[in-house]
């Protein structure tokens, strides 16, 4: 098969980029964050995707993806989505072979519309012309002041209405300095802004319980893993019991975990990564079965991976736009959304596909490898 729609080469790239800061949350610590950049080649049109993952994941890209793709028609992206899928079966689908075949897809996605010269949501049909975000750092790691400054550009200088701070300190050792830490958010927003809380399945089920009453007197109205996604039941029961909704599913790597979590009742809101779940493909199949039951959907980092997708969603909350991902992005990228006012437009300037171009004189201090 020929043509400028046939992939005649799909290849990936590492960069790792330092934190501006010590960062952790309730059950993790990092001081860098690493992007596999993958690329599909058409000839005139290049697509490109990504996901946050481990160096590894582009030897999968290489290694197990890469002679998949090839020679195939990028405008048939379902039927190649199966082959990917198929080809990881033995490697193991769950993790870094999920982010693999996620980069892949956001790349095809964006080669598709590039071919057919449109931004990708007028290719997916916008649901919506303006995309909530909601700013997300806070870090555990974060001091009082430092902290209060993040909170604040977003809310006063930046005008995004609804911010997040990371809480479950330790595995939840620190549950008194969380406390803390809420309050001074809130003091910190006002009573204009929605506060959000994510513990990062840190707590035990009655300690999130007993935070919650402490949430719930600061206004906080999104209760992010409180307990481990990994246990739907005891997630379901303090669903049940605390007044904040209560999200989860940023841990999806296939269709049916999503439809696991749904059946459970164990959310208000569904989490979904695109760069983790298997792509755009599957991002968009998760938003239907949460429509199903009633249920809206949050995009979970990588905003700009994120954006077309989440304005072609009808029951759409909003998107995550999260401290690191969002300075990567502006680094490695032109083409970054403003997310003034707290929404984003994605398309409106009409450039095709995701709009974004690898800047490669700004990324090439950070490439790996």
Request: hydrophobic share 40%; glycine share 10%.
């Amino acid at each position: 098969m020929t043509g400028p729609s046939v992939v005649r080469r799909v290849d990936s790239a590492v960069y790792t980029v330092p934190t501006d800061g010590p960062e952790a949350d309730g059950t993790l610590s990092w001081d860098s964050t690493t992007l596999v950049l993958a690329t599909v080649d058409c000839g005139d049109i290049t697509g490109l995707g990504y996901t946050y993952a481990p160096a590894a994941t582009a030897r999968i890209v290489d290694d197990l993806l890469a002679d998949v793709v090839t020679g195939s028609a990028v405008l048939d992206i379902p039927r190649i989505s199966e082959a990917m899928h198929r080809a990881v079966r033995n490697a193991g689908l769950p993790g870094v072979a999920a982010q693999a075949v996620a980069a892949v897809d956001i790349a095809l996605w964006d080669a598709k519309a590039r071919l057919l010269g449109l931004p990708l949501v007028g290719l997916l049909g916008a649901a919506r012309d303006d995309v909530p975000v909601y700013g997300s750092g806070g870090f555990t790691t974060y001091d009082a002041e430092r902290q209060d400054r993040q909170l604040r550009g977003w809310v006063e200088e930046e005008g995004i209405p609804r911010v997040k701070i990371k809480i479950g300190e330790s595995w939840g050792r620190c549950e008194e300095r969380d406390r803390r830490r809420v309050a001074l958010a809130r003091a910190s927003i006002g009573d204009a802004a929605d506060l959000y809380v994510d513990a990062n399945g840190g707590y035990s089920a009655k300690q999130a319980r007993r935070v919650a009453g402490a949430l719930a007197d600061e206004g906080v109205t999104w209760f992010e893993e409180p307990v481990s996604s990994d246990h739907l039941t005891t997630l379901a029961a303090i669903r049940a019991q605390v007044s904040p909704d209560v999200a989860a599913g940023e841990y999806g790597y296939t269709l049916p975990y999503f439809e696991h979590m749904l059946a459970a009742g164990a959310v208000d809101c569904l989490q979904a990564d695109v760069t983790r779940c298997g792509g755009i493909t599957v991002w968009l199949r998760a938003a239907a079965l949460a429509q199903s039951r009633g249920i809206d959907l949050s995009g979970h980092c990588a905003p700009h991976a994120h954006a077309h997708a989440a304005a072609a969603v009808p029951n759409l909350r909003h998107l995550e736009w999260f401290h690191d991902h969002v300075r990567i992005e502006r680094v490695l990228f032109d083409g970054a959304l403003d997310p003034g006012g707290g929404t984003v437009h994605p398309g409106r300037d009409g450039a095709p596909g995701l709009g974004l171009t690898l800047n490669a004189e700004r990324a090439l201090p950070y490439r790996v490898g």
